[in-house]
């Protein structure tokens, strides 16, 4: 039987009255209203469509919401629905971000298959096709679990922001050795980390890009009035919504060769660790995000920065209930909060959720930057490391200069946490008082 193939593409009936687009969609055939919905190259973007040539790996760099992960699950899809791909690796950040982004998320596998639709299952972490294909789910934070497993394709979802990026990437490489010509998609917004740099520059990577404005379409318009309003125009804005990969700040305190140079894979054993907290000064669903940074030191005065808890959107008891479970998954010794914002509620609050833990409050008597002076200085000197990749963070701190932009509230917890640690005896460190 042949194909069904429509005379009019997606762009024709975009630009058409609205009138005239409804009775032309209302008046399609069975057939044509299957094709219309099941056939992506028809309603995709150029930048959505894995392009012609011989290249391993398809790098599509997207600002937020610009439709990659669309582009990466059809691209499987299609690679599946044609027997092209049987064993095929799904790795995102976490075993959560591939199961409600890559697998159950709006542009998911799960979500667009119309036929042929695989069945995810949560005990061996695979979702299987009824052709026989098989997709393996993997957490970038733990590269070890791709050693041994072997693949035709891969999907890899936000390359930019996973902790252990080239670990994780050399072994899922090493596991790409199945059929004649296997190959990968990887989705990312982009950011001036190593594992972009290095597959940039790979003569086997095929690129492309779309911003944030392109799938304006397909955007809540709340989205733009809060979002675009506030970083078009800025150096986060044009990282996360134009897509374009922006290196370093030239003023900041920071930067990411002084982060790479100091990174380690873990840290060694610990003698005081503590759970920095940045409260934002609202609550709800638009409020800023809330600074919460683990970092630890060891017997030699060595400080490790552990892990970045912050997010945004929190009620001060989720907030609080965020850092205690901190407290309580790294064993720390105590928490720091600072005041600032809400005085003692911040206190109230703690003491809620950990009434039995150290809590120090901490109140900035000086600015942000002559209080992230000293901190970075220890960074400088070797004496402060990160414990993998902590990409937000990393982000503010390479950005941040002295009133520019949103204020950074996951380098205030950061602060807090070293000056706690490492600065709290020295001249010009924040003044501290215990409870």
Known sequence: MKPYTPSWNAASIASLPPGTRASLLAGLSPVAKQWLSDHWPFWAREDQLAPDGDWTTWLVLGGRGAGKT???AEWVRALVDR????RIALVGETFADVREVMIDGPSGLTTLAARNRPRYEPSRKRLLWPNGAVAQAFSASEPESLRGPQFDAAWADEVAKWRYAEAAWDMLQFGLRLGDKPRQVVTTTPRPVPILKRLLKDETSVVTRASTYANRAHLADAFFRSVITRYEGTRLGRQELDAELIEDNP????SRAMLDEVRVRRAPELVRIVVAVDPPATSGP???ECGIVVAGVDAAGRGYVLDDRSMGGLTPLTWA??????YRDFEADRIVAESNQGGEMVS???RQVMPTASLRLVRATRGKFLRAEPVAALYERGLVAHVGALARLEDQMCDFVPGAGKSPDRLDALVWALTDLMLGAEAGAPKLRRL
């Not at 027997?83 to 049987?86: E, I, N, S, W």
């Open 286 to 288: 638009r409020a800023d």
């Open 70 to 72: 669309r582009a990466g």
């Open 251 to 254: 003023d900041a305190l920071w």
């Open 348 to 350: 109230t609050i703690m």
């Open 83 to 86: 027997g092209a791909a049987g």
């Open 321 to 326: 209930s965020r850092a205690a479970k901190a």
